[in-house]
């Protein structure tokens, strides 16, 4: 109090004009007077009402930061030195020699000892420029008539104060962890480290409805108000546990990857957590880094699988690695699996497979020589294979396990199992690192544990309520198809913006042109880490980049084993690119009618697994993603094969693209291709999902005939049109003459109860707009006709 009393006081003197070195703290900064962190515990601005501080901060012996703090905790809330990301620290400047000053041209400028430039404000605005810290803690840059020109509430680092407004463009970012509106207008923490990126907050697990976010407010904005309360336009709210006024607060994005708000709680001179984004801390990715796991049976603790020690002992967000090999060349049987009860690495799998035995999954891994792990959940019997091991955590009431490939001669003795404990999030040891500590504004040894521990304790409750809530929503979906489930557990969201050298290194110059369509040519190209892509150059995309942006985005969520995989994009100028998995096998049209269908003919059992991938693919993007997906060009040519001829759909999300009209989904221009467009395209009536059911309905006939039915057929040698030719196969159907309707390639060699329900779903598709089942129908009717087993055959 005495010091509050003192400060006020001294912010009443009057301050120097000059540069001379005052024993005071100054309320403004006017143009020529510098600040120098020798002088950092006497010289440094004050807000008015003395609440903030703005000066040199020490996080080190010889090393400061210019930053605004809390003045009573010294919390700091704001820093202008550069952020390193990947060392989790404000690059300092040194105690001797380094100053901020603000030039006669009213630039804000921070110089290290040598001189050179380490920050700057970049404003010109003359002679009579003033600085002030303002109550809010805004640190203001004033020009002569008194108009702001810039903000620290402009720029934030971790920290957001009240009224501070967290806007477009703008992020928190803490380490590796960003709290940011993404394109769709909703308000995500993500992961954006050396190697990947994801989303954990919202959950990934559903979209933006279901997680209660509005896609449509675009005005992108949060902030805390001064009751509490920190609203976010897309719906999102967190109510302080102390709501109401006279309470200072912050928003902060802390080391471990969750934003918090903090109460100041003035009698115990600490700030106490009100309300905190991610309620249960291991869904937080990168938190435990590659290959380690976030253990949350016995407390919160990251920790290495067996057999594996961490990277850097101090770091767990670097993670943990092999003591071994796994390399092509070693047999098989030279390595065994480590039981790892209830823990699971979320996304990136390899593959997966319903309804297999423990044993046949254990061989599956066993004998691929990239699978490094796999998880299997009992009950259905869900087979999960991984080689790349992220986002690992353990629940207790995770309802399956995982196993890590270990050599065999793995001792299995407890003893190789890692012992560090405690969820260290940043290395200790060095000075600077100190600088983290002051988010918490206690001190950094003490702060894991109480906010871990005490709200841990609160929320206890709540997690296992949301836990198991979460795990019964997800298991009571099954009354749709269940196969679709596996599209929801195969997200990933390695999707990313490209730049436009980065393509066209990648694809050699744009040399080796794979196809090419109406949207656009489609080269092949190999990224850096050697993976290959398809890279798709559209023409005539007359979207500005903003909207390109947000549809991208959301094609790029859309993450199903029947449709091929967005990964990322690039936006450059006038260049649009859309960058895409790479499918090893050509487009269907190749293998029914085009060079593919000599050298190798499409047996019928593939020819059904395609036609059950390709309906899998549509229902999902009809009813199980984002409403609005209607493909809009289904033929053989959008149907690619993987190699052991899975399915999966091309350009969809592409209508929206190419034109339009969110708000109505009117469709100004035809799209599609003639044959496989159905009729109301040409009517003035409105396009559904249904456009869809008819083209894939064409689809399904060429499928089973081996020829372009779309564009007429030759039939007893005669030339019969395609709408004839529906008239024909409705017949065909009638007198159950199925055979004369089937490739005779094939050579007889058919399931004649298969090839009749395809062709009376083809009719059925093939009927009026109101009479064609749905997708999910379709998807149906063909499972239960699907004889090779009981569960659904996978492309991977
Ligand atoms: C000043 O020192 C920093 C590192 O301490 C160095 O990166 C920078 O190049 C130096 N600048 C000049 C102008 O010497
Ligand atoms: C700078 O402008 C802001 C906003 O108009 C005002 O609140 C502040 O008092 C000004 N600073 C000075 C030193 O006048
Ligand atoms: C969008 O969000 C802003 C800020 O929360 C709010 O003021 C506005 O009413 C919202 N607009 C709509 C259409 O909901
Ligand atoms: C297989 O394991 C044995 C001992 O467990 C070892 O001697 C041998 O070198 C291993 N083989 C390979 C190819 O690593
Ligand atoms: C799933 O099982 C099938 C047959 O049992 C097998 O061919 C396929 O490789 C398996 N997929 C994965 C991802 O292991
Ligand atoms: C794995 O390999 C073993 C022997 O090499 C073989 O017996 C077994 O059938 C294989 N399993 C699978 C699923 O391929
Ligand atoms: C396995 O571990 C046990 C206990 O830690 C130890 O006594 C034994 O020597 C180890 N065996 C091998 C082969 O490393």
């Not at 006020?8 to 703290?25: D, G, Q």
């Not at 009224?163 to 923490?189: C, E, M, P, T």
């Not at 969750?258 to 990168?286: E, P």
């Not at 890279?535 to 985005?553: H, I, P, R, S, Y």
Request: proline residues 4%; charged residues 20%.
């Amino acid at each position: 109090m005495a010091a509050l009393l003192f400060l006020a006081l001294l912010s009443s003197l009057s301050f120097h004009l000059c540069s001379c070195v005052s024993a005071s703290p100054w309320q403004t900064m006017t143009t020529g007077s510098y600040m120098r962190p020798e002088d950092h515990d006497r010289i440094f601005l004050l807000s008015p009402d003395t609440t903030f501080s703005c000066g040199f901060h020490r996080v080190g012996t010889n090393a400061f930061t210019f930053s605004i703090w809390y003045t009573a905790m010294k919390t700091v809330v704001w820093t202008a030195n550069p952020y390193s990301a990947a060392n989790g620290y404000y690059s300092p400047v040194n105690l001797h020699g380094s100053r901020i000053s603000l030039n006669q041209d009213g630039n804000l400028v921070l110089a290290d000892t040598n001189g050179s430039m380490v920050w700057e404000s970049k404003t010109s605005s003359g002679k009579h420029t003033i600085v002030s810290l303002l109550d809010t803690g805004n640190l203001v840059i004033n020009d002569s008539s008194n108009k702001v020109v810039w903000q620290s509430f402009d720029s934030p680092t971790d920290t957001l104060l009240p009224w501070q407004k967290l806007k477009k463009d703008i992020r928190l970012a803490s380490g590796y962890h960003h709290l940011y509106f993404d394109n769709d207008n909703v308000l995500r923490l993500l992961y954006d480290g050396p190697d990947i990126t994801s989303i954990y907050w919202p959950s990934p697990d559903y979209d933006a409805q279901k997680n209660g976010r509005n896609r449509y407010n675009s005005t992108r904005v949060a902030f805390l108000d001064d009751k509490g309360n920190f609203v976010s336009s897309d719906g999102f709210k967190i109510v302080a546990s102390d709501s109401g006024p006279g309470i200072k607060r912050r928003i902060t994005i802390d080391h471990d990857g969750n934003f918090r708000m903090y109460s100041l709680d003035a009698s115990a001179r600490k700030w106490v957590v009100t309300g905190q984004a991610v309620i249960q801390m291991c869904y937080v990715h990168g938190l435990c880094g590659k290959n380690g796991l976030c253990d949350y049976s016995e407390g919160l603790k990251c920790r290495c699988p067996p057999e594996y020690v961490m990277v850097d002992p101090t770091d767990w967000n670097k993670g943990c690695k092999p003591t071994f090999t796994i390399g092509s060349n070693q047999p098989h049987d030279n390595f065994t699996f480590v039981k790892q009860p209830h823990a699971d690495f979320y996304g990136f799998d390899l593959g997966s497979n319903q309804s297999i035995s423990f044993e046949a999954c254990w061989d599956i891994c066993l004998n691929s020589s990239s699978c490094i792990s796999f998880t299997y959940k009992g009950g259905d019997g869900w087979c999960y294979t991984k080689n790349i091991l992220y986002n690992g955590q353990v629940y207790p009431y995770f309802p399956g396990d995982n196993y890590m490939k270990v050599p065999k001669s793995f001792n299995g003795s407890a003893s190789s199992i890692s012992k560090q404990e405690g969820l260290t999030c940043r290395p200790s040891g060095s000075e600077i690192m100190l600088g983290s500590a002051n988010m918490y504004g206690i001190k950094k040894d003490n702060i894991k544990w109480i906010y871990l521990y005490v709200f841990g304790a609160i929320l206890g409750v709540l997690e296992l309520l949301v836990i198991v809530t979460g795990w019964c929503l997800f298991f009571r979906k099954s009354n749709m198809p269940k196969s679709m489930e596996d599209g929801y557990k195969m997200i990933t969201n390695q999707f990313r913006r490209f730049t436009y050298r980065e393509l066209r290194e990648a694809t050699g110059k744009f040399k080796e042109e794979i196809g090419r369509g109406g949207a656009g040519i489609v080269y092949r190209g190999v990224l850096e880490d050697k993976k290959i892509v398809a890279v798709k150059k559209l023409t005539n995309v007359q979207q500005g980049e903003e909207e390109f942006w947000a549809e991208v985005t959301l094609i790029g969520r859309i993450n199903h084993i029947n449709l091929v995989r967005m990964m990322g994009f690039c936006s450059e100028g006038k260049n649009r690119l859309l960058v895409y998995e790479y499918v090893e096998n050509e487009s269907l049209d190749k293998y029914l009618f085009g060079e593919r269908s000599t050298e190798s003919l499409l047996d019928w059992n593939q020819r059904y697994k395609i036609a059950v991938g390709a309906a899998r693919g549509l229902a999902y993007l009809h009813h199980e993603c984002l409403e609005w997906i209607v493909h809009c060009d289904v033929k053989p040519e959008n149907i690619l094969l993987t190699r052991d001829f899975g399915a999966k759909i091309a350009d969809f999300g592409l209508a929206k693209l190419a034109k339009r009209d969110s708000a109505s989904f009117n469709f100004t221009h035809m799209r599609g291709t003639m044959g496989y467009m159905a009729p109301e395209w040409a009517l003035n009536t409105p396009i559904n999902a249904k456009v869809d059911v008819y083209s894939y309905g064409v689809v399904l006939l060429e499928i089973v005939t081996g020829a372009r039915v779309s564009s007429g057929i030759m039939v007893d040698g005669r030339q019969v049109e395609f709408p004839d030719f529906i008239q024909e196969a409705k017949q065909i159907l009638a007198t159950e003459r199925i055979t004369d309707l089937v490739d005779p390639r094939l050579k007889g060699n058919f399931d004649l109860e298969q090839a009749t329900a395809i062709v009376r779903i083809a009719v059925a598709c093939l009927g009026g707009r109101c009479e064609r089942p749905t997708m999910d129908e379709i998807l149906k009717a063909l499972m239960s006709y699907d004889d090779e087993d009981d569960h659904p055959a996978y492309s991977y």
